[in-house]
């Protein structure tokens, strides 16, 4: 049985969005200027700004362009305007929007993407989305692993002033967290330290490393995991140490491997430290509808290449590569 | 209601200081988006001059009325304006393009005060403007002005609050094509906005050339009104008629409908080398060419 480190207590499954939902409620409770920008997929907390405060709703239509710039002219008069959309429309269709309206003049608007992964197929689902995202100045992104981070994550976003990309995933992981988990913008956690590798994941495939661990750990290897939540800024230091420790390094991530989370870490890994790097995400492709009926049935897991089973081998992978080389470790 | 004849003569010698200014920019930078500049001099001059309500000394006022240059290249026509109404030192005019200056290559809030809105992306100020309008509404219904009411002023009052700010906004024809100009409009018209007026800049050239060949806009104003909007068409040269279309719209504040002047104007108006040859961007041979006769005319 592996062994966690404190705040970590893996339970049932329990859904991001639930997270969110009870973080915008906190939000809403202690800010009086916090604005919903709706593009007819409802939002976070709709049912407590009906109640309380129906005027601070601003519904846009199907119309995701004009919405990206309704909330930065909202944000220009002081309030902090939460858009919610599905990220292939919130960011691809309103990208230059984002970047004209809101980075440039670093307006205080956080916009929640609503990932589709499974059944929705291509269109809904965003391989590009981090990629696209990490090159924009001005943006933190956040990509939190379970509900109990995704509450944590969501009420960090709200005390931050500056815009803030939330990914809010629709697959379902455990609860990993226990609810005095303390949760900070750039900074990463070690779930799990390892003397043999370490994994560095984020959003649902954090909870895909920790099934890992358990067949890692039956090969007798004792491999750590480190939830990089905060996509950017990345916490280089989580990064330059582990790497030190290990000297091998897989990342997990459940979009493209071109821009997203492994490139980030390669190139933290290539200016500071010498380490073997498996990176672990879609290849450069499209992605297509399949059933997914939670963990145990997911065929977009398995096509990718995804699941516990590959993360398992790319730490073996990992290590052999690292020992070829002769990389050092400590 | 019209104007007197002395406002409208103290607006043309303004006028004649704007264009003069516009110059020194252009005589600094040697390239600048000159047509639709140009086009919008008289407009710029109304709203600064007579229209807006505003405090230099305090960029950040709270009730100062907005202007959110949509068509963020004819930046230099505000630039212009800028030193003359006490935002910045003239000497900035001479600053324009230059690295780390307050006059950037497109109207920048983060660079320039007085500036409410980063553009050159075209299509996205009329959503900007919009929000800012709806943003007012709200914060007047949860913060309802303290008016002190005596009998005296209630016939007054009893026609409507006045907006704590109004908020305006400057597109061009071209701009017209991107689809958010219209999605910002469907906005506008959705949340009532009173409060806001649009300028349409409507010169008729786009780079490629004629508006009307390149996408037609005919009939803009039925366009904007089968959006709820109110619309009036004006001689965008004429400051008398600039001037008494932004009154009206004042006036009309409280009837729940966005305001939309439609202003014909031309293209590099006022120099006539850059009349001719509907200029967007002038550099080299047609910027000295410009600037010469400029120089002639304006002094």
Known sequence: MAKFNKYVEIGEPAPIFAGAEAGMLKVADKYNNVILIHEDIGSLGTDWFKKNAPSRIVECGIAEANASVIAAGFAAEGYTPYILGFTFAVIGRAYNQLRQSILVDHFNVKILGREMWGEMGVSHNVVEGIGSLRVLPNLVIICPSDIVEAEKAFVAMGDYVGPVFYRMESQVPPRIFTDDYPFEIGKAYTIKDGEDATIIATGYMVSESIKAIDILEKKGLDVGIINMSTLKPLDEEAIIKAAKKTGAIVTAENGSIIGGLGEGVAAVLAENVSASLVRIGIDDEFSQSARVIGASKDDLMIHHGLTDHDLAEAVKRCIIKRDKLKLPRK | MSHSPELIKELEDKLLLVRHNILRIFEASHQGH??????????????????????????????????????????????????????VPRETLDEYYLFGSRFQGHADRWCTPGIDYSGGSLGQGLSFAAAMALAEKISTEVNPPQLNVSAMDMPRLSMKYNPAYRVFCIVGDGECDEGQIWEAAMFAGKYKLDNLINIVDYNKFSIDGPVEQIMPLAPLDEKFKAFGWWVKEIDGHNLLEIVDALDLANRLYGDGKPKCIIAHTTKGHGIPTWENVHIHVARGQAMEAGLKEGRKIYG
């Open chain 2, 34 to 87: 000159c047509g639709g500049t140009m086009s919008l001099t008289e407009i710029v001059t109304a709203l600064y001059f007579h229209h807006l309500k505003l405090d230099p000394g305090n960029c950040d006022w709270s009730e100062r009325d907005r202007l959110v240059l949509s068509k963020a290249h004819a930046a230099e026509s505000i630039y212009a304006v800028l030193p003359e109404v006490g935002y």
